[in-house]
């Protein structure tokens, strides 16, 4: 059995997850060898999927005198609340779903990889744009709702309120908007980084720990990359608040100053 593998097929070693352990053993088998190409959207659903059932078995049968799961989802609902309002204002509890949502499913994403069998999908850079063209186009409808077509073009314009604002506005717009590409997708290369960067180096020590023991013909080996592991769960927590966090306020950016 393998215990880590070249990320998409020759380089860096990632920990095995349990499409590549079945890929190298029916790699002749098509159904396999599709689930292998897309082992990241494949994770990614049972993740949804896995969501879904929680936020269901938490809701179903809601009790004055919460249960263990419903307390755990409404304190962490709460939290998500208070982040929102906290960077956005009081109108922060209309956009807490969406922040909440992103912050829930990237963590789990970052986190998944440190279960045996599984894969973070946010260690693939494909994974990490799509949620941050998903927070552009969010930002974007956001500001045409709230601002209309002339409030959004005027924020663009660098919302020039004198002579030496308009002067500059051909400097300003180009920038403002390469400015709002720029922003989301900063935040996917960074989670990117991160999180495939903890994958490769708990793969590297796993791969230290068999090569340990390889002498004795032993199938496991020294349980080297523990430590990062837990490092791995405090850096994965952290890059899903810094993502939720930072796309919060571009959508702070955004609003009319009223709203805040």
Not at 67 to 85: P, R
Not at 179 to 186: A, D, R, V
């Amino acid at each position: 059995m393998e215990a880590a593998n070249g990320a998409h097929g020759g380089g860096a070693p990632e920990v095995a997850n349990i499409i590549t352990l079945l890929n190298s053993y029916f790699h002749e088998s098509s159904i396999i060898s599709f689930l292998h190409h897309w082992e990241n959207p494949f994770f990614s659903g049972l993740i949804i999927i896995g969501l879904v059932i929680v936020a269901r078995l938490a809701t179903k049968q809601r009790a004055m005198v919460p249960g263990k799961l419903q307390n755990f989802v409404e304190f962490a609902l709460e939290s998500l609340d208070n982040l929102s309002k906290g960077v956005i204002g009081h109108h922060g509890r209309h956009y807490a779903p969406f922040i909440g949502t992103l912050f829930i499913y990237i963590l789990v994403m970052n986190l998944s990889g440190l279960v045996p069998f599984f894969k973070s999908p946010s260690s693939s850079l494909n994974t990490t744009i799509g949620l941050a063209v998903i927070v552009f186009i969010y930002v974007q409808y956001t500001g045409l709702r709230r601002l209309g077509i002339g409030g959004y073009i005027f924020h663009l314009l660098g919302q020039p309120r004198d002579v030496m604002g308009w002067v500059f506005v051909p400097l300003m717009l180009p920038l403002h908007v390469i400015e709002e590409f720029i922003k989301p997708m900063s935040l996917s290369l960074r989670l990117f980084g991160n999180v495939f960067g903890e994958d490769v180096l708990i793969g590297a020590f796993v791969t230290m720990g068999i090569m340990a023991l390889s002498f004795m013909g032993s199938p496991i080996g020294i349980p080297l990359q523990i430590p990062f592991m837990l490092l791995a769960i405090i850096t994965g927590t952290i890059q899903a608040l810094v993502f939720t966090l930072l796309s919060t306020v571009y959508l702070s950016l955004m609003l009319p100053h009223e709203e805040h």
